[in-house]
């Protein structure tokens, strides 16, 4: 297949609030929240990215599009360095008024990116607007709305409009629907794989809904604690997840299964070691090789790969 | 028990030179102890709705209403400053937008010091109040309280946020709490938390909640009791069970199935086609209308939401067509 998108062993640091005391008594002062991953995305292809809240899903989108820089490893497009100022990357953002200037009009924060990227006239970027709002879901009757004026649906749907906008090759989807009720939410997820269809749009799509996941994504990427846990053809993994967390997440689909997280030990990334599973404080298969070195990724199925060593038959 | 009773809730906006007219004749009660979840279309007007409640909305909005009482007492008399009173305290909304509703410049331990005073705490000192705040954390799963306190917000991720947030309105104990797509950023297992967090508490300290949410499963599963709104109206309400099985509106069933869809194994979603502007501020005729699968001539006339058999209301002249269908 034809790569468009590299990810390799990317880590993105964060320092934590550290002063000199604590860097002297030997506090650890910062964490990675994307930790050795590498992926490689497909052109055309659409990618989900699932997993724990604050696992680091926006932070490697966000390194991608450079807004996070990368402590080590490299995210390349089609093997060169991403290029983020020409509309073919956009973002939609988790948070939609973050990319939305609360005093311009919908209208107006539309016209922006379509001006910068095509040099129509100005019958033909209104045109444009009415369209872009339609796909959406929305109509012209928002385009002298301010973002303060729009419910939390609407304003998503102004954001994605505006990642739609310029065309882009690649679109990293933050959460992209989750405020949107299931008739609108249709309407862009159909709208998003039609796209992807008709023009080979690439998407990288995060989401906390797998029941969207799986309408969507072609592979799943399962991520938990800066780590990538699982990765395989949606389908595939939905039928066989192997990580213990995978396992644990797509078990809540059951609803009959009220297995609850319990009140659990979880991985502290600012005092416990850093070297072991991730997974270890909440694993029931725990082995001694577990609590030495974090695995590598084992291949489980086809194009399926999970980092754990309940996969690791190497040796038998 | 009546914890909350709206009545007749209309509200506006004035926009440039004209007025549109977003909710109109929003009606429902809420028992002590009672989940009342709210879903619906985006737009329709169900974060307004509770913003008017709690007299959160902007200077644009102009609200009239035969009837807001909590607890008995008659909200609409109320001056800014008993308002502000009750507000966080008595009843309180964890905001659609977990970023906006934090301060950007100060930590999370700041915001609960500041709720703390709210709830008359001072007394207690930093410590004390640190201590719950940290035990607030914990029952939203926030792996490390005491690090979170330290934290500014763009430093949390967006369901850290939201857990935030949900962790200050607990923390606070009022007993109406509108929670506003409260889980919307968090993964499976911690919505499943969470959605246990409200239900010892409802049952804890006797709280009702309006949980609005998109998502039917938990809409399902927390709620006593649903309203489904479009276009700025209820159109159906009634017992979860009998909502969720046998919805009777021809939205709520538009919506219900294509929940299931997105459960099911399909290439494309039934998307709801038709006219979505005619919907806001349509007095004469049934806002579905345009959208409607059933629409007939006798549509285009006022339509009130009535009482169907022990089914619940319903704002549609068709509902019995649906009578015993599943
Ligand atoms: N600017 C920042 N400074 C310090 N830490 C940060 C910053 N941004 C994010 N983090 C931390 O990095 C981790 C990963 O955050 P990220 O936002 O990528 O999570 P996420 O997987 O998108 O979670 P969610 O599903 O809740 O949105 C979290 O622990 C978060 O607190
Ligand atoms: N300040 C305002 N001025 C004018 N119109 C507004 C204003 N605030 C909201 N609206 C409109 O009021 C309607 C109801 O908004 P509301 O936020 O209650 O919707 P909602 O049902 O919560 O939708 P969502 O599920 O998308 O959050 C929307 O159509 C919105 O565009
Ligand atoms: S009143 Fe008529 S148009 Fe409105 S929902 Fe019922 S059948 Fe459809
Ligand atoms: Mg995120
Ligand atoms: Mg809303």
Redesign the pocket.
């Known amino acids: 297949m034809n790569t468009i998108l590299e990810f390799d062993d990317v880590v993105v640091h ?3 609030r550290g002063n000199l005391l604590s860097t002297l008594s030997g506090r650890k002062s910062g ?1 990675n ?2 930790d050795h991953v590498s992926l490689t995305v497909d052109k055309g292809e659409i990618l989900g990215i699932a ?10 989108c ?1 390194a991608a599009l450079g807004l ?1 820089s990368t402590a080590s490893g490299a995210i390349t497009q089609e093997g060169k360095p991403l290029s983020i100022n020409n509309g073919s990357l956009q973002m939609i953002f ?1 948070d939609p008024l973050s990319s939305l200037n609360p005093r311009q009009t919908v209208a107006k924060s539309l016209e922006t990116p379509l001006k910068l990227h095509k040099d129509d006239n100005k019958e033909n970027i209104d045109e444009t607007i009415d369209k872009l709002l339609n796909d959406v879901g929305l109509n012209e009757k928002f385009r002298n709305r301010f973002p303060h004026e729009l419910s939390g649906g609407q304003l998503q749907r102004v954001a994605i409009a505006r990642a739609l906008a310029t065309k882009p090759k690649i679109i990293f989807a ?2 992209a629907v989750s405020k949107l009720d299931v008739s609108v939410r249709a309407q862009i997820l159909n709208l998003l794989k039609s796209l992807r269809d008709k023009y080979n749009l690439t998407i990288i799509f ?1 989401t ?1 809904d797998l029941h969207v996941a799986h309408f969507l994504c072609d592979r799943i990427a399962i ?1 938990y604690f ?1 780590k990538l846990l699982e990765l395989g053809p949606t389908k595939e993994v939905y039928a066989n997840p192997c990580h213990p967390y995978t396992r644990e997440l797509l078990g809540t689909l059951d609803r009959d299964n009220h297995v609850i997280a319990s009140t659990r030990d979880i991985f502290n ?1 600012l005092s416990d070691d850093v070297r072991p599973c991730r997974y270890l404080n909440r694993c029931p298969h725990v082995m001694d090789e577990c609590r030495k070195l974090h695995p590598d990724h084992y291949p489980v199925g086809p194009e399926h790969t999970a980092a754990c060593y309940l996969f690791d038959n190497e040796d038998d | 028990m009546k914890m909350l009773d709206v009545k007749g809730l209309n509200i506006s906006f004035a926009l440039d030179s004209s007025s549109i007219n977003i909710c109109s004749d929003v009606s429902f009660s809420l028992a002590q102890g009672k989940v009342l979840g709210l879903i619906g279309e985006s737009g329709s007007g169900k974060t307004i709705t509770c913003k008017a409640i709690l007299d959160l909305l902007p200077e644009n909005a102009e609200v009239e209403a035969k009837e807001i009482s909590f607890k008995g007492q008659n909200l609409l008399g109320l001056n800014q400053k008993e308002f502000d009173a009750m507000r966080g305290t008595a009843m309180a909304m964890i905001f659609q937008d977990p970023v906006g509703s934090f301060n950007p410049v100060k930590t999370i331990g700041w915001h609960f010091l500041h709720a703390g005073k709210r709830r008359n705490l001072k007394q207690y000192g930093r410590g004390r109040i640190f201590d719950d705040a940290e035990a607030a954390l914990k029952e939203v799963e926030i792996a490390n309280p005491r690090e979170a306190l330290k ?1 500014y917000p ?9 857990r935030c947030l949900i962790a200050l309105v607990l923390f606070l104990k009022p007993s109406l709490i509108v929670a506003d797509e409260p889980t919307t ?3 499976n297992l911690v919505e499943r938390q969470i959605v246990d967090i409200f239900d010892k508490l409802r049952n804890k300290i006797d709280a009702s909640f309006i949980f609005i949410t998109h998502d039917m499963t938990i809409a399902e599963q927390i709620s006593d009791e649903i309203a489904v709104m479009y276009a700025g109206q209820i159109v159906e309400h009634g017992n979860t069970a009998d909502i969720i099985d046998n919805p009777h509106h021809p939205y709520t069933r538009a919506l219900i199935n294509t929940a299931r869809e997105l459960e099911s194994d399909v290439d494309v979603l039934t998307e709801i086609s038709g006219d979505i502007t005619s919907g806001l501020g349509v007095h004469d005729k049934c806002r579905f209308g345009p959208r409607c699968p059933l629409h007939s001539a006798e549509c285009d006339k006022p339509i009130e939401l009535r009482n169907i058999g022990n089914h619940g209301q319903v704002r549609c002249i068709k509902a019995e067509s649906f009578e015993g269908h599943v």
């Open positions: 964060f320092q934590a964490f929240a994307v997993g724990e809240s604050g696992s680091g899903k926006t932070t490697i966000k996070h988790q933050d959460e995060v906390h991520m800066g990334p | 934290k763009h430093q949390l991720s967006g369901g850290m946020l939201q950023n968090l993964d």
